[in-house]
């Protein structure tokens, strides 16, 4: 649009007046949001209702089991926000990550010319497509993880890894006496490592990784399927091997189709995060919006501050995604 | 033109508050009330003891007889009622925003709530505490055995705080999983996810004796929280908070009087007691003072009846004692203010 110049003198007049209307539109909407904020603000001084963020500063007094920051109960509600946030960025994360991985694997799978990869492909995409994700969240949670045996009869995966309905723990590593890594010790009530995840956040990951990778095989599959028959075969004719030629000549230009729709799928993975306040996983909606709202008495900011995060890295990630797409865009096209 | 955009956009503002009353300082909750016929109160589901349903889906437990306290004072009804089912963690919003008319089901009365919410709080009608239960195999008998357990708790309640203090006034390392219910949460407890399960002793009790095996599970003797639970309404309506505070009162009083389900009509034509026929309406215009029939309290003692009444009702059967809850005059702390 941009390029292309406008060289009737009609066609400027027009562009005039869209430029006033849209100034017009801008300001009507600042009006409109002005408006909202202050009849909100005095309708609740007007029901006693105390409003303003300085409880942000106030002290949590509240214990998250998760948190990748220090925190304790005298840390300031920010900080326990901030908790919340890493929380729930490191699930997006891990679910990302994980969806793509299973995404790629079964999109090729699907066209696999092998007949048991290729069925067992689709029928991964049809029962984890086709079952709502909460359901398969409580599914993992409620049944898969509680099948797990108790702290007694742990599974030791490894020496160091240790797995029961407590979480999945790893080892301690310690750097006092050189590097030294030690396996997961019990204690009275349950397993103490370095580092461990909880149910909750194992019965998310998979829930939501299965159920997005099958989102994303598709649009893998699509992507592999929009590369010209032709570049298949002249990669093969060159002699190349098959995998050469996939991870060479078509991976390349799938991936072109592929971005717009994957962008879709993880900001739609992001915000399914927030269905961990379902089964207990401290990530925003649980703290914030549940525990902070009722301690604090704030709904109005507390929401304010849980719609901004959303948005706001559901921009970054189309934005990042955005940028990867144009760089990968061919040019001249 | 702009004030064309500016009435728009007032007008579409108040459409976005329109869950919120034009403003507290003229809001009549009577009113609205008595126009509807029909009394809103927000119970919390599946809490035995406080709020089940039966099989024929009618509603009862001790919360459920709350509501029905304050609907047979208002409405004279005491089933003219529409249940709004809330959680503990919508029940302060939605009352905020005029969703229900009151709130009597199990919240704690405690200073911030008070003073930040723009809600009241219509006197204390049940001492709780908050308790822990464990497995039995698990060989913990107090509190303080519990350091690096993990415990289950239902999100923005004051359990969740209580906590909180009583580990860290005790250096004790806990860990803690948060749900969105009691429910979920002793579920959770039930399943394993945690090796102590917290919230009030009443709602408790009820939950474990109303288990499968109760006898697998012990529940605590420590108390670590005072938790006086009072009826909530918003704040800025004066009179809707007295009507609500007198129905509360009007159920101890009547225990005072020795008057019950089955004795107060007789009681109401028999009493020389000038207290008690101002109680129940004989003189006085004691219910137009209120704003309400002169029957008022007699339709709450005849229908749903006094205090004791209520208790052994719902949670003698749990095998809970009054304790606290017993009338001043037996050692508790329920006393009734004077009608006169």
């Given at each position: 649009m941009g390029r ?26 600042v ?8 009849t ?88 984890f497509?086709?079952i709502?994700v ?9 049944v ?6 108790s ?44 580092f461990?995840?909880?149910?909750e ?10 159920y997005?990778?099958s ?23 060159l ?6 030629v996939?991870r ?6 799938a ?45 109005v ?24 797409n144009?760089?990968v ?5 | 033109?702009?004030e ?16 919120l ?7 009549d ?24 349903i ?22 004279g ?37 008070d ?12 001492y ?18 519990l ?16 906590l ?9 390392k ?19 996810r ?36 009072s ?7 004066p009179?809707?908070?007295d ?33 008690i026929?101002r ?5 006085g215009?004691?219910?137009r ?15 749903v009846?006094?205090?004791g ?32």
């Open positions: 292309r110049r406008s060289g009737f003198p009609g066609e400027l007049v027009r562009k005039n007046s869209a430029f006033w209307l849209q100034c017009l539109l801008g300001l009507a909407l009006a409109l949001v002005v408006l909202v904020f202050r909100t603000q005095s309708n609740l001084e007007l029901l006693g209702v105390q409003s303003g963020f300085d409880f942000l500063w106030k002290k949590a007094g509240f214990s998250i089991s998760q948190h990748l920051i220090p925190y304790t109960e005298d840390s300031p509600i920010w900080v326990a926000l901030a908790v919340a946030i890493l929380n729930t960025l490191l699930l997006a994360v891990f679910c990302i990550f994980l969806a793509s991985l299973l995404g790629l694997f079964v999109g090729i799978g699907r066209l696999s010319s092998n007949w048991l990869v290729s069925r067992l492909s689709l029928a991964y995409l049809e029962v497509r086709n709502p909460l359901l398969q969240i409580f599914f993992w949670y409620y898969a993880l509680r099948a797990l045996p702290l007694e009869s742990s599974i030791f995966i490894s020496d160091y890894l240790v797995l029961n309905n407590r979480g999945l723990y790893f080892p301690f590593i310690e750097f006092a006496n050189g590097f030294s890594i030690n396996p997961p010790v019990m204690g009275r009530f349950a397993y103490e490592g370095g461990y995840l909880m149910p956040f194992l019965a998310l990951w998979i829930g939501l990784s299965l997005n990778g989102y994303i095989s598709e649009i893998v599959r699509s992507g592999f399927q929009s590369v010209a028959r032709g570049q298949w075969e002249a990669g093969t004719a002699g190349l091997k098959p995998a050469t996939l060479r000549v078509a991976f390349p230009q991936l072109r189709a592929v971005l717009p729709p994957l962008t879709t799928v993880y900001m739609n993975m992001f915000k399914a995060t927030s269905l961990a306040a379902a089964i207990a996983y401290p990530e925003i909606v649980s703290v914030f919006v549940g525990t902070v709202n009722n301690l604090a008495g704030r709904p900011e507390v929401m304010a501050v849980s719609l901004v995060f959303y948005a706001g890295v559901s921009f970054l990630v189309a934005w990042l995604m955005g940028r990867w144009k760089r865009t061919l040019r001249g096209q | 033109m702009v064309a955009v500016l009435r728009l956009g007032r007008g579409m503002a108040l459409c976005a508050l329109a869950v009353p034009a403003g507290g300082a003229f809001a909750t009577l009113s609205d009330v008595l126009e509807r016929g029909m009394l809103r109160c927000a119970v919390i589901e599946a809490s035995p003891g406080f709020s089940s039966d099989a024929n889906g009618r509603r009862y437990g001790f919360d459920i007889d709350n509501c029905r306290t304050v609907a047979a004072a208002v409405l009804d005491a089933d003219a009622i529409e249940y709004v089912p809330i959680n503990p963690n919508t029940a302060f919003t939605t009352l905020q925003s005029g969703g229900v008319d009151v709130f009597p089901g199990g919240a704690t009365w405690t200073f911030l709530r003073t930040s919410m723009g809600l009241d709080y219509t006197g204390t009608y049940l709780a505490g908050q308790g822990f239960v464990v497995r039995r195999a698990s060989g913990v008998s107090s509190v303080t055995d350091e690096g357990a993990t415990i289950c708790v239902a999100q923005g309640t004051t359990n969740e705080q209580n909180a203090d009583f580990f860290r006034a005790r250096r004790m806990y860990s803690i999983v948060t749900f969105a219910d009691v429910e979920r949460g002793l579920n959770a407890y039930l399943a394993d945690c090796d102590a399960f917290t919230t009030e002793v009443f709602s408790l009790a009820g939950r474990i004796v109303a288990l499968r095996n109760p006898g697998e599970h012990r529940i605590l003797g420590d108390v670590i929280s005072k938790e006086p639970f009826g909530l309404v918003r704040q800025g309506d009179r809707w908070r009507i609500v505070f007198w129905a509360f009162n009007s159920r101890v009083a009547a225990e005072e009087f020795g008057l019950t389900m089955s004795t107060v009509e007789e009681m109401r034509a028999t009493t020389e007691d000038a207290e026929r109680f129940l309406g004989v003189e215009g004691f219910g003072q209120l704003g309400l029939r002169e029957d008022w309290a007699y339709q709450i003692v005849a229908q009846g006094n205090y009444e209520v208790f052994a009702r719902h949670f003698e059967p749990l095998g809970l004692e009054r304790g606290l809850n017993a009338l001043w005059r037996d050692g508790g702390l329920m006393i009734a203010m004077p009608y006169r």
